[in-house]
């Protein structure tokens, strides 16, 4: 079974300080890890994704993550924030062993604050 | 050009209405996903289907039908709509055995 934990369902952030959101999975083999963003009414874009290469990966916009295994994380960075930024942000988990359906966190909402 | 399009983009209806939601993709994909995302914007897996062939179903009550009349299409019918229907339903893609999945604008139904 595949699981998913976002710590925090709002964060906010001034613009141009640094951006965290958290993500935590659970999987029983080794995982696909993504991040999407959700603007509102708008449908989902993959910000970056991990595949077994690289441990930290980076995506569009600035954003990186860095897959830790010994932590189970997959958490998302960007050094300086930007007003665009806004949106909702998923962190989702896919294995090949289940299908490759994404099983997703419960999203967390980034506010930047001028 | 659109890579994965659904339509209609936005449905109203009444309680007990049938209806259907299109997906289309021209990315030559063979996996074909349907996601549902409720009121509280959490999203979860409904069905795919690997060319024409349904692999996931997850739980989903048996009002709703997927239709994948070739691998470039896979439709959901919702028979008897009922209140808590309403949600964003998004239609995704990808290619058989890669990981990344493409996805459409969403469907915003809304049942009165």
């Known amino acids: 079974a595949q699981s998913v934990t976002q710590l925090g369902s709002h964060v906010s952030v001034s613009e141009g300080a640094l951006v965290l959101l958290r993500c935590n999975y659970s999987?029983?083999?080794?995982?696909?890890l993504f991040w999407y963003v959700q603007y509102p009414n708008q449908g989902l874009q993959l910000l970056l994704k991990?595949?077994?290469?690289?441990?930290l990966v980076k995506g569009i916009n600035g954003f990186e993550a860095e897959f830790k295994k010994s932590e189970t994380s997959f958490h998302l960075t960007k050094p300086s924030a930007h007003m665009s930024d806004a949106a909702e942000y998923f962190c989702?988990?896919?294995?090949?062993?289940?299908?490759?359906?994404?099983?997703f966190g419960a999203g967390t909402i980034l506010r930047v604050k001028s | 050009d659109t890579a994965v399009s659904q339509t209609p983009k936005y449905l109203v209806t009444q309680m007990g209405n049938d209806k259907s939601i299109k997906c289309e993709q021209n990315?030559?994909?063979?996996?074909m996903y349907w996601y549902k995302q409720d009121s509280k914007k959490f999203l979860k897996i409904m069905f795919s289907?690997?060319?024409?062939?349904?692999?996931i179903n997850e739980t989903v009550p048996n009002r709703f039908s997927p239709k994948s009349p070739d691998k470039a299409h896979l439709n959901l019918h919702i028979n008897s709509l009922e209140l808590g229907d309403s949600a964003v339903y998004f239609c995704?893609?990808?290619?058989?055995?890669?990981?990344?999945?493409?996805f459409g604008p969403g469907t915003r139904l809304l049942v009165l």
């Open positions: 995704a893609s990808s290619r058989r055995g890669e990981e990344t999945q493409y």
């Open positions: 999987s029983s083999v080794p995982p696909y």
């Open positions: 991990y595949t077994s290469a690289a441990t």
């Open positions: 989702a988990v896919s294995t090949m062993e289940y299908g490759n359906k994404l099983v």
């Open positions: 990315l030559g994909h063979d996996t």
């Open positions: 289907y690997n060319n024409k062939e349904l692999i």
